[in-house]
Nanobody
Framework: QVQLVESGGGLVQAGGSLRLSCAAS????????MGWYRQAPGKQREMVAI???????NYADSAKGRFTISRDNAKNTVYLQMNSLKPEDTAVYYC???????????????WGQGTQVTVSS
Protein backbone atom coordinates (compact mmCIF):
# COMPACT_ATOMS: atom_id res chain seq x y z
CA GLN A 1 0.00 0.00 0.00
CA VAL A 2 0.94 3.63 -0.42
CA GLN A 3 0.46 6.39 2.12
CA LEU A 4 0.67 10.15 1.72
CA VAL A 5 1.26 12.22 4.83
CA GLU A 6 0.93 16.00 4.72
CA SER A 7 2.33 18.53 7.14
CA GLY A 8 2.81 22.27 7.40
CA GLY A 9 -0.70 23.65 7.59
CA GLY A 10 -1.81 26.13 10.19
CA LEU A 11 -3.08 29.61 10.92
CA VAL A 12 -1.40 32.61 9.31
CA GLN A 13 -2.24 36.26 8.80
CA ALA A 14 -2.98 37.63 5.37
CA GLY A 15 0.23 38.34 3.52
CA GLY A 16 2.07 35.60 5.35
CA SER A 17 3.62 32.38 4.10
CA LEU A 18 3.33 28.66 4.71
CA ARG A 19 5.12 25.65 3.33
CA LEU A 20 3.27 22.39 2.94
CA SER A 21 5.02 19.05 2.65
CA CYS A 22 3.73 15.66 1.56
CA ALA A 23 5.77 12.49 1.89
CA ALA A 24 4.82 9.31 0.09
CA SER A 25 5.75 5.96 1.58
CA UNK A 26 4.99 2.29 1.17
CA UNK A 27 5.38 -0.14 -1.68
CA UNK A 28 6.40 2.45 -4.27
CA UNK A 29 7.92 1.51 -7.61
CA UNK A 30 7.58 4.93 -9.21
CA UNK A 31 5.76 8.21 -8.64
CA UNK A 32 4.44 10.13 -11.59
CA UNK A 33 2.52 13.38 -11.24
CA MET A 34 2.18 14.83 -7.75
CA GLY A 35 -0.01 17.73 -6.82
CA TRP A 36 -1.87 19.84 -4.34
CA TYR A 37 -5.60 20.37 -4.27
CA ARG A 38 -7.79 22.29 -1.89
CA GLN A 39 -11.38 22.32 -0.73
CA ALA A 40 -13.00 25.24 1.00
CA PRO A 41 -16.26 24.84 2.98
CA GLY A 42 -19.21 24.48 0.64
CA LYS A 43 -17.02 24.32 -2.44
CA GLN A 44 -15.70 21.58 -4.69
CA ARG A 45 -12.16 20.36 -4.48
CA GLU A 46 -9.94 22.23 -6.93
CA MET A 47 -6.45 21.83 -8.29
CA VAL A 48 -3.88 24.24 -6.91
CA ALA A 49 -0.66 23.03 -8.53
CA ILE A 50 0.76 19.87 -10.06
CA UNK A 51 4.26 18.72 -10.97
CA UNK A 52 5.34 15.86 -13.19
CA UNK A 53 8.19 13.48 -12.48
CA UNK A 54 10.25 15.53 -14.91
CA UNK A 55 9.56 18.77 -13.11
CA UNK A 56 6.96 20.34 -15.39
CA UNK A 57 4.44 22.38 -13.41
CA ASN A 58 0.95 23.70 -13.82
CA TYR A 59 -0.83 26.16 -11.55
CA ALA A 60 -4.35 27.33 -11.00
CA ASP A 61 -4.75 30.98 -11.94
CA SER A 62 -5.33 31.84 -8.28
CA ALA A 63 -1.93 30.35 -7.38
CA LYS A 64 0.22 31.78 -10.15
CA GLY A 65 2.87 34.16 -8.91
CA ARG A 66 2.25 33.34 -5.26
CA PHE A 67 2.64 29.58 -4.86
CA THR A 68 5.52 27.34 -5.93
CA ILE A 69 5.34 23.57 -6.18
CA SER A 70 8.49 21.46 -6.05
CA ARG A 71 9.46 17.86 -5.40
CA ASP A 72 12.34 15.82 -4.12
CA ASN A 73 12.24 12.53 -5.98
CA ALA A 74 14.86 10.97 -3.72
CA LYS A 75 12.58 11.60 -0.73
CA ASN A 76 9.28 10.92 -2.53
CA THR A 77 8.16 14.30 -1.26
CA VAL A 78 6.28 17.21 -2.80
CA TYR A 79 6.19 20.72 -1.41
CA LEU A 80 3.98 23.76 -1.81
CA GLN A 81 5.46 27.11 -0.86
CA MET A 82 2.64 29.58 -0.40
CA ASN A 83 3.42 33.29 -0.20
CA SER A 84 1.24 36.39 -0.02
CA LEU A 85 -1.59 34.33 1.42
CA LYS A 86 -5.13 35.68 1.27
CA PRO A 87 -8.22 34.83 3.33
CA GLU A 88 -9.69 33.17 0.23
CA ASP A 89 -6.83 30.64 0.35
CA THR A 90 -8.41 29.19 3.49
CA ALA A 91 -9.18 25.53 2.83
CA VAL A 92 -8.17 21.97 3.53
CA TYR A 93 -5.20 21.21 1.31
CA TYR A 94 -4.81 17.69 -0.03
CA CYS A 95 -1.77 16.02 -1.53
CA UNK A 96 -2.24 13.73 -4.50
CA UNK A 97 0.15 11.37 -6.22
CA UNK A 98 -0.10 8.95 -9.12
CA UNK A 99 1.90 5.95 -8.00
CA UNK A 100 2.85 2.65 -9.55
CA UNK A 101 3.28 0.22 -6.69
CA UNK A 102 5.56 -2.78 -6.78
CA UNK A 103 3.88 -5.67 -8.54
CA UNK A 104 1.27 -3.48 -10.20
CA UNK A 105 0.98 -2.78 -13.92
CA UNK A 106 -0.80 0.53 -13.65
CA UNK A 107 -0.59 3.70 -11.60
CA UNK A 108 -3.24 4.54 -9.06
CA UNK A 109 -4.15 7.91 -7.63
CA UNK A 110 -3.60 8.30 -3.90
CA TRP A 111 -4.69 11.09 -1.56
CA GLY A 112 -3.40 12.38 1.73
CA GLN A 113 -5.65 13.04 4.70
CA GLY A 114 -5.56 16.81 4.23
CA THR A 115 -4.11 19.68 6.21
CA GLN A 116 -5.99 22.79 7.24
CA VAL A 117 -4.75 26.18 6.09
CA THR A 118 -6.48 29.19 7.63
CA VAL A 119 -5.63 32.74 6.58
CA SER A 120 -6.95 35.50 8.81
CA SER A 121 -7.66 39.00 7.57
Amino acid sequence: QVQLVESGGGLVQAGGSLRLSCAASGSIFSIHTMGWYRQAPGKQREMVAIITSGGNTNYADSAKGRFTISRDNAKNTVYLQMNSLKPEDTAVYYCNADVTAWGRKFAYSYWGQGTQVTVSS
